[in-house]
């Protein structure tokens, strides 16, 4: 069997030095396991910005198309604050969910035990929290149209931008989520504005009716956003997998990210359907951003990344085995006391993006 | 001068209950103070929906308009989960924020020191917490055109809802948040999702604007709504005042509520403009829902409704002394060691609903 293709787009800030160390885990399932990769590399965001005058090239959306994965640092920076809305370095990103058609974000927001003192919340709500969101990507408010700023006759502008789901989009958003809930703990969470939004009752209805048919196994509930929000603080681990749309889904899962107090572990999977060739597109990416304020000064957390290329094995390359081992590798070396500055706390020892991602290798 | 007009309206579930306890409180101000109102009370929601068949009656809307100010408990309840989308309870809140245009939601997010440990976050993260969340709630999404479920010709179906915000719409929200930071912290924080949606772009330029023309003396900052969601949980301390639209004000200002652990304990107003008549349409509510499952139990906290009729003392008839008599005096009661259900943790004396408004009574 030929060699899978990966795409690599580091992006902006600490993006190249994060990816740098997902390197030697490369290199170690070459010489240990046998596996092999074609990877390609290519600029986006800021940095394509700057070489080329776009956030993402035609040609970087073909490659990602051809890819068996993408994997993905970050990007954006103050350098680019103030470009044109449509040279935003975030489009790299969102050209690639919509072109990709990557409708399913899963964002797990889980509390490794050498890490539970690291969140704001007391270490009793957050010990041994696991969910997962999954969050859709390429639909609602960020892609609807009518959308824009139009000037007023009067005087004055209006800003609109619109919000449409579709049954179909919904359904197949919550496939993946009843998918995962079956394998998990067998729990799902909708989460919408039905109360107040139809696209929100619409939602409801959907996932009610494809729970019915399709998953009366897994126990389906339904939540406000609102509420969501508040229960995420007040007791995160009534939750398994909820599902949510874009937006909504954009604010929950940063929150949950937040409740573990270590955004420097925490990786994504955004996927798309499986195409008639029998591929799957997809992208992996860190949820943490380029944090261009520590950028160059080797102290970034490399573990979101390579976490995040444990999910690719798994996900798109169905090596289990590989990114069980690379996971657990991670938490060996946290528990043997090694923190980079984002997670460091009294009586570990602090060390850099390399020697981290050294430390992750020797455990391997 | 003639006795001031209260319309009260106290809902569903625990509304009645909280509800009369600030009756207590408009007792001493008749007794002690001298201050008398003409105070008429009507149904709302659920109970509105069973009695009249709707949620609210158009003389409850024209009453509420001819008040100086609305009491307003709490709506909605399983027996009206699966009313038709028109006739939820919520509608009544609804149908009150915009035929009264109250387009300013000031939520208040404080910690007070007896109650530090009801958090689920340390109590060294949110001691000393005051942050005020201006909402906008006569725009957004909640009211835009076009909205609603339609078919699709090839089967299926499609929720729509649209979010339109105007430069003056997000301009006099703006400049009740400013006039709030200015007596205040002198910071201002504006929130949306300018990177994804033009409406949150139209809303940054124009408080931009209305920053630097009107209010250069407050420190204006600007944040997107995911990563405000993300900084409320890491570090909440940070704001002071925060403004933001109908659907992110809704999510930012509930997780704001559930940092400080006690829904029970907090209030809101929502303001309209000043008519030409010179009065300011006002609601007054605890953020807390109508809570079923433990109404006509005797546990629920009347604490956030009296403190609603605080806030209303306060911003509606600008009686700020005996506003303060009242926060005081309801912190003096949870001093003593005095709590609800809802705010019990060891060593306190758990009191009942009735008990714990004699106590604010006695205090006072
Ligand atoms: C980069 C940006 C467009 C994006 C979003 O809002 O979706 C980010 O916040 C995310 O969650 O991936
Ligand atoms: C009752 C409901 C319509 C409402 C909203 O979503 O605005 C509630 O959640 C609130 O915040 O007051």
Redesign the interface.
């Known amino acids: 069997t030929a060699n899978k293709k990966l795409l690599v787009l580091p992006g902006d800030g600490i993006g190249p030095e994060v990816m740098r160390e997902v390197g030697r885990v490369v290199g170690w399932l070459g010489r240990e396991r046998g596996v092999r990769f074609d990877i390609s590399e290519d600029l986006v965001g800021g940095a394509s910005v700057d070489a080329y005058g776009v956030p993402i090239r035609d040609e970087v959306v073909a490659a990602a198309k051809a890819a068996d994965a993408v994997l993905f640092g970050a990007v954006g920076g103050p350098k680019w604050k103030d470009v044109p809305?449509e040279l935003?370095p975030?489009v790299a990103i969102?050209r690639l969910r919509q072109e990709l058609e990557l409708f399913a974000n899963l964002r797990p927001a889980t509390v490794l035990d050498p890490l539970v003192d690291a969140s704001?919340?007391?270490p009793d709500?957050v010990r041994g929290l696991d969910i997962m969101i999954v969050r859709e990507t390429v639909g609602g408010?960020?892609f609807?149209e009518p959308?824009?700023?139009e000037d007023?006759p009067g005087?004055?502008?209006?800003?609109?931008?619109?919000?449409?789901?579709?049954?179909?989009e919904i359904e197949r958003v919550a496939r993946v989520a009843f998918d995962l809930a079956r394998v998990r703990g067998g729990k799902l969470c909708s989460v919408e504005?039905s109360?107040?939004?139809?696209?929100?009752?619409?939602?409801k209805q959907v996932v009610t009716a494809l729970g019915e048919r399709d998953y009366p196994d897994v126990e389906l509930s339904h939540m406000l956003?609102?509420?969501c929000?508040?229960q995420?603080?007040?007791?995160p681990r009534q939750f398994d997998v909820i599902v949510t749309g874009n937006?909504?889904g954009?604010?929950?899962s940063?929150?949950a990210?937040?409740?573990t107090?270590s955004?420097g572990m925490l990786p994504s999977a955004t996927l798309g359907g499986v195409l008639p060739d029998g591929r799957r597109p997809a992208l992996y990416e860190p949820i943490h951003g380029s944090a261009p304020d520590i950028a160059g000064t080797r102290q970034a957390n490399p573990l979101a990344q390579i976490l995040s290329f444990a999910m690719l094995l798994r996900y798109s390359l169905k090596m289990e085995a590989e990114a069980a081992m690379i996971e657990a590798a991670c938490t060996r070396v946290l528990s043997s006391g090694l923190r980079t500055a984002d997670i460091m706390s009294p009586g570990m020892a602090r060390v850099s993006t390399s020697v981290m991602g050294e430390a992750v290798l020797r455990e391997l």
């Open positions: 809305f935003r975030e969102l704001t919340l007391k709500v408010i960020y609807g959308r824009g700023i007023l005087g004055g502008q209006r800003g609109i931008n619109t919000e449409i789901y579709t049954t179909s504005k109360n107040v939004m139809e696209s929100g009752l619409l939602w956003a609102d509420n929000a508040m995420l603080v007040r007791n937006l909504f954009d604010l929950l940063d929150l990210s937040m409740l107090g955004l």
